[in-house]
């Protein structure tokens, strides 16, 4: 997850280094350019802003998750122009500057708000803030569970109509097409989380009475989504997004070295190289041996982009550049700005950040 923290007092920007340290992966802090000192100004992930409503809405669709050290009537008018839907908007996370408490405020399920909530609350002793119905009821979501296993919910009204009956005390029955490819491990994970899940012939997902009542979650490839008019009122589909594997390497990296980077990386995040949909990276490297053949061994297909349209993820997502990289290939940043034009408008969420192995960085992005 790509996180941004917002500071507008010192107190705010040292809990918000703490929080840097605390997370595994990179948080960009931006404190307000009336806090910082000259020499804070040139540290590494820390970066000063003039209005602060300004530099939200440059974040706002960039980062995965925002965690505001501030009061809370603040972030809700700083956010509230920018709202699109549970779907796409990050995680808020907002914070007390003193870091008592932190309250997960906007895309708690779907976004990972509770989770990046929990984490940094861990990290400093605060209480955290939950509200969302089902949590606050001890309850398992199904887009809770959506969110765990990178699932992608439709149609949006389904999450209500289903989180609103598992409140009521009826469970819910999940369905998985038996020809996706990881249909075993899905079933594995939800049976794990105490949910029953029965795998199904794909012309038997949707074979739901009328007069039946129950809850189904059914998941299914986006490629066999029925239409809304034909979908039953208590049932909602997730299908699985596709996993984009950014990957850039030395000239002359071994396949072998490649696989074993791709392979380690989606470790990293609970998954197997099989999870992996595509390979990006640039054009630079359309010729790379070890990137090609590790595409056919992993039977995927391999997208390489122009050095002009990485360069324009790398200053829409603000991507940190290496200056070695650049001067090699002419970009600072091959495998998340890959990964990025490989889902191009439908955006993505970073799974791995760019993780340096032996001759070869990859970075993991899920697909929204």
């Known amino acids: 997850m ?5 500071a507008l007092t ?11 340290l605390s997370l595994d992966s990179t948080m960009t802090i931006y404190v307000s350019e009336k806090v910082l000192t000259k020499e804070q100004e040139s540290l590494e992930g820390t970066r000063s802003f003039v209005k602060l409503s300004q530099v939200v809405a440059e974040a706002f669709p960039i980062y995965d998750g925002l965690v505001f050290i501030m009061a809370t009537g603040i972030v809700v008018r700083t956010i509230a122009p920018l709202l699109e839907s549970k779907l796409k908007d990050p995680a808020v996370v907002v914070f ?21 909530t929990q984490l940094l609350c861990q990290a400093v002793g605060a ?40 409140l009521e005390g009826q469970k819910v029955i999940w369905r998985i097409d038996k020809t996706l490819p990881h249909s075993v491990f899905y079933k594995r994970m939800l049976e794990q989380s105490g949910q029953p899940a029965e795998l199904c012939i794909t012309s038997q997902l949707m074979n739901i009475q009328p007069e039946d009542q129950q809850l189904y979650a059914v998941i299914v490839s986006e490629a066999n989504l029925p239409e809304l008019s034909e979908l039953p009122a208590n049932v909602l589909c997730l299908s699985p997004r596709r996993l984009i594997a950014g990957v850039g390497c030395r000239r002359g990296t071994p396949a072998a070295v490649v696989m074993s980077a791709i392979d380690t990386a989606c470790r990293m995040i609970g998954r197997d190289r099989s999870f992996v949909d595509v390979i990006a990276s640039t054009a630079v490297k359309r010729h790379e041996a070890g990137i090609l053949f590790t595409a056919d061994s992993l039977a995927r297909p391999v997208r390489f982009y122009e050095n002009a349209e990485m360069e324009q993820n790398i200053a829409k997502y603000q991507l940190e550049e290496s200056s070695f990289v650049k001067e090699t290939i002419g970009i600072g940043n091959v495998c998340e700005a890959a990964a990025y034009c490989c889902v191009g ?24």
């Open 2 to 6: 790509r996180t941004a923290c917002f």
């Open 96 to 116: 007390d500057e003193r870091g008592q408490h932190g309250i997960s405020l906007l895309s708690g399920h779907i976004g990972g708000a509770n989770v990046l």
């Open 345 to 368: 408008e439908r955006g993505g969420r970073m799974a791995l950040r760019k993780t340096k192995f032996e001759k070869v960085t990859v970075a993991l992005l899920w697909e929204k």
């Open 10 to 20: 010192k107190k705010a920007y040292e809990l918000a280094k703490t929080f840097q």
């Open 127 to 166: 209480a955290p803030v939950i509200t969302t119905a089902t949590d606050v009821n001890k309850c398992l979501a199904p887009d809770a569970l959506a969110a765990r296993l990178s699932l992608r919910p439709w149609p949006k009204v389904r999450i209500g109509t289903l989180n609103s009956a598992v």
